[in-house]
């Protein structure tokens, strides 16, 4: 039997879910958004001191490298929040995973605590990238993780502020305005956080 769709979950703006009976899982469900941007920031900023120092990269091409970084993680974010985190939960399993993965944050969106991955998955996801693409890139890597892992850390950023606070009186207003509109008119439409690019290229701009 089909579930719901997470287009139908309502937002509730005050209140948090607890998803684990026993308190210290709860509390590894939730982090304060400093910590995890501040592990990513770290992290990028040790890689690219790796490349300048030991890697025999130009820095031209890290440069280049960097920005491809940047640049693929927006595409990643993209296709992650419309495929994975929005997947129809046609299955009570895959209406379980789409729950804890993304639903609760569709039903409490103003819950600061989690919105963002807790630090240990935060640095097993760091890890794993730094494996993938070391297999995947060899040396280069070195310059095009940080790209993709700051690209991560504006995401986080950039969520954090939309649903924090009122809409801001700079250029951030725009992708406020866009990710509001995901959550509170049309959760089929702005899947781009971080930008709203590949909404233009894939047909899901409002």
Known sequence: MEQT??????PKHSGQKVLFQNPILE???RTHIAIPISMYIIFSIGLLYYAFTQAALPA???GILFLTGLLVFTLAEYLVHRYVFHLRPDT?????FQYAVHGVHHEYP??????AMPP?????????????????MGEYAYAFLPGFVMGYAGYLFVHYI?????????????LW???????YKSQDKAFGVSSPLWDYVFGTMP
């Open 177 to 183: 305005v866009h990710h509001s509109i995901h959550h």
């Open 92 to 96: 009570p399993a895959k209406a379980k």
């Open 120 to 136: 240990i998955l935060s640095a097993l996801i760091a890890l794993g990238l730094l494996a993938l693409t070391q297999w995947a």
């Open 110 to 115: 103003k819950d600061k605590s989690r919105l």
């Open 162 to 174: 939309t649903h924090a606070y009122a809409p801001p009186k700079n250029v951030f207003k725009v």
């Open 5 to 10: 769709h997470p287009s139908a979950i309502r």
């Open 27 to 29: 509390k590894l469900t």
């Open 60 to 62: 031209y091409l890290i």
